[in-house]
T-cell receptor
Framework: GAVVSQHPSRVICKSGTSVKIECRSL??????MFWYRQFPKQSLMLMAT?????????EQGVEKDKFLINHASLTLSTLTVTSAHPEDSSFYIC???????????FGPGTRLTVL | DQQVKQNSPSLSVQEGRISILNCDYT??????FLWYKKYPAEGPTFLIS?????DKNEDGRFTVFLNKSAKHLSLHIVPSQPGDSAVYFC????????????FGQGTRLTINP
């Protein structure tokens, strides 16, 4: 399957700081990438759909001014958690889809801990 | 509203036997279904998928069955191996899977030696 990478894999930050997470599709071009978050023992919740060259589409209840998404190229999407607070601590996962085959491939995830 | 449901949070199976994981959905517009396997602190790994035009898809030890009238799908793993121990998520899409997925809550599968 296709390879998706995320960086960093783990980040600890102080409350009030901003954190940027990168998601890259390594061996294919992805016009669409997705950002999810997962709380302990819960399912993956879609936060937003990242579209190359256009604005992201956010799911209901997700603050677009807090979770800034930029899809600068066909292989890179970034999620910036602005003014992070302890309640933002979670596991953030990105995915990228290939239109042929219809499967989304996931990155390894980023564990964010806000102190 | 939980559109995709996995009602069994956990399942234990003896090594070598068949593991059957179940998933129900409510949205009749879903036309593409996928199963992912996930280890702690890792991203999900794609296992197998099925389009709504089919009722069965097989790949090695993994077979997915789809019953559209019941809005139910299941994943069969046979024979089960210790390395299959993980959390399994079913997911559904109404746009061929290239668009957003709706995930179930997951089922933790434990294969006992």
């Amino acid at each position: 399957g296709a390879v998706v990478s995320q960086h960093p894999s783990r980040v600890i930050c102080k409350s009030g700081t901003s954190v940027k997470i990168e998601c890259r599709s390594l061996d294919f071009q992805a016009t669409t990438m997705f950002w999810y978050r997962q709380f302990p023992k819960q399912s993956l919740m879609l936060m937003a759909t990242s579209n190359e060259g256009s604005k992201a589409t956010y799911e209901q209840g997700v603050e677009k001014d807090k979770f800034l998404i930029n899809h600068a190229s066909l292989t890179l999407s970034t999620l910036t958690v602005t003014s992070a607070h302890p309640e933002d601590s979670s596991f953030y996962i990105c995915s990228a889809g290939q239109t042929s085959g219809g499967v989304q491939f996931f990155g390894p995830g980023t564990r964010l801990t806000v102190l | 509203d939980q559109q995709v449901k996995q009602n069994s949070p956990s399942l234990s199976v003896q090594e070598g036997r068949i593991s059957i994981l179940n998933c129900d959905y409510t949205n009749s517009m879903f036309d593409y279904f996928l199963w992912y396997k996930k280890y702690p602190a890792e991203g999900p790994t794609f296992l197998i998928s099925i389009s709504s035009i089919k009722d069965k898809n097989e790949d090695g030890r993994f077979t997915v069955f789809l019953n559209k009238s019941a809005k139910h799908l299941s994943l069969h793993i046979v024979p089960s191996q210790p390395g299959d121990s993980a959390v399994y998520f079913c997911a559904a899409s109404d746009e061929g899977g290239a668009q957003k997925l709706v995930f179930g809550q997951g089922t933790r599968l434990t294969i006992n030696p």
